[in-house]
Every structure is written in structure tokens, then in C-alpha cells.
């Protein structure tokens, strides 16, 4: 099995709405991907707490995959590329790990 875990943090304000707005797009969106791609086993987002202190990330993504291959079919798959060029317009910053358990 595989795991990818993303978190990014957002512009204060992109595609006019705001940080937390974008965050609830964002999530939609990434969960929408559980129906639109097959080798997506489980996922998790989080929309971290508004006014946290201390916090360097927004939003946290949490994927569960079969395989190195399904990963990197779920990275390219057209349905996931149209919610990552809208996160892509929304963010500031992105990190992410990928792992074998």
C-alpha cells in the first residue's frame, strides 16, 4: 500500500473568495475524486481550524493507493488535474510525502 499526504497553504484571497472558502472548494473537490478515480482506495482532507496559531498549511490531503502505479495513475488522471489546476491558482504553497506501509 501506498500513502500520499499533501498539505498546502492558500492565498489569503484567490479567484475572488477568500482562504477559508477556497479550502471548503478545494475539499469538495479532492473528495469528489473518491467517485471519478478507480484506483483511489481512501482519502482524508482536513481544513485546518481558522485562526490557528502557529500553523505553516491550510489544507492537509491524505490518499490511500494500492500501489506506486496508482498513484502515479491518479496524478495524471484528468478529473484529479482539473481540481489540482484549481488548487494550483488558490495556493501558496504545497508539501508533500509519499510512502510504502
Not at 498546502?8 to 473568495?17: H, Q, V, Y
Not at 482506495?41 to 498549511?57: F, M
Not at 489544507?59 to 496508482?70: A, P, Y
Request: net charge negative.
Amino acid at each position: 500500500m501506498v500513502k500520499h499526504v499533501v498539505f498546502f497553504r492558500l492565498l489569503d484571497e484567490a479567484e475572488g473568495k477568500s482562504k477559508l472558502e477556497n479550502a471548503q472548494i478545494i475539499r469538495t473537490g479532492l473528495l469528489s475524486l473518491l467517485d471519478k478515480v478507480p484506483c483511489l482506495r481512501s482519502e482524508v482532507v482536513g481544513i485546518n481550524i481558522p485562526n490557528a496559531a502557529n500553523t505553516d498549511h491550510d489544507i492537509c490531503l491524505e490518499c490511500t493507493f494500492d500501489s506506486w502505479e496508482d498513484l502515479n495513475t491518479y496524478a495524471t488522471h484528468p478529473e484529479h488535474l482539473k481540481v489540482a489546476a484549481y488548487i494550483g491558482r488558490c495556493k501558496s504553497a504545497r508539501s508533500a510525502v509519499d510512502y510504502e506501509f
